[in-house]
């Protein structure tokens, strides 16, 4: 008997792991639980941790420093527009790529979808800058488009700030063409 309560336990906790590391949807996984434990409550592994791990601190610190490395890239080098571009691209496409592999990480992909967004703000404004000389009306549209772009992404994804930062940039492109 205390060989199949040990089994039980083993079970339960491998449950409990992949609930918490979704790797089942959590429907599935309370109901293991539930057919596995009868039917009784059971407290779960995390519930004393923090959300917030150091593990997830060095990818957020690292993503992160590609703000100001792109803005070095282009504001403060002489390389070419070419290269600049294909630089910012490929952070781009890193950031996303990053963002696949962390699609499961609660803290680090708001910082990834942040960093892409500010990412790409920079590029068209690059661009603008380069193919248009610095035209107000080409650059005001872009970065229209661009908090547009935000506020859309947020309502569909439901993250509220990309909503806010949409809106209140639209708002302040606004204001400051009125000016």
């Known amino acids: ?10 079970i339960i906790n491998e449950i409990l792991f992949w609930k918490h590391n979704k790797m089942l949807p959590e429907q599935y ?8 434990n009868q039917g009784n409550e059971i407290e779960d592994i995390e519930t004393g941790k923090s959300r917030f791990s150091s593990a997830s601190l060095i990818p957020s610190i690292l993503i992160c420093t590609l703000i100001p490395i792109s803005l070095f890239v282009i504001y403060f080098t002489e390389l070419s527009f070419v290269l600049q571009t294909a630089i910012l691209t490929g952070f781009v496409v890193s950031l996303i790529f990053s963002g696949i592999y962390y699609s499961n990480k609660e803290l680090i992909l708001p910082v990834i ?3 892409i967004a500010l990412l790409i703000l920079l590029q068209t404004v690059s661009f603008a800058d380069a193919f248009y000389k610095g035209d107000k009306l080409i650059t005001y549209g872009l970065l229209f488009f661009n908090c547009l772009m935000w506020l859309l992404c947020g309502l569909y994804r439901k993250l509220l700030y990309f909503t806010l930062a949409g809106a209140v940039g639209i708002i302040l492109l606004i204001v400051s063409i009125l000016i």
């Open 113 to 115: 979808y942040i960093t």
């Open 1 to 10: 008997m205390n060989s199949n309560n040990q089994k039980t336990n083993i």
């Open 29 to 36: 996984c309370d109901y293991l639980l539930a057919l596995y």
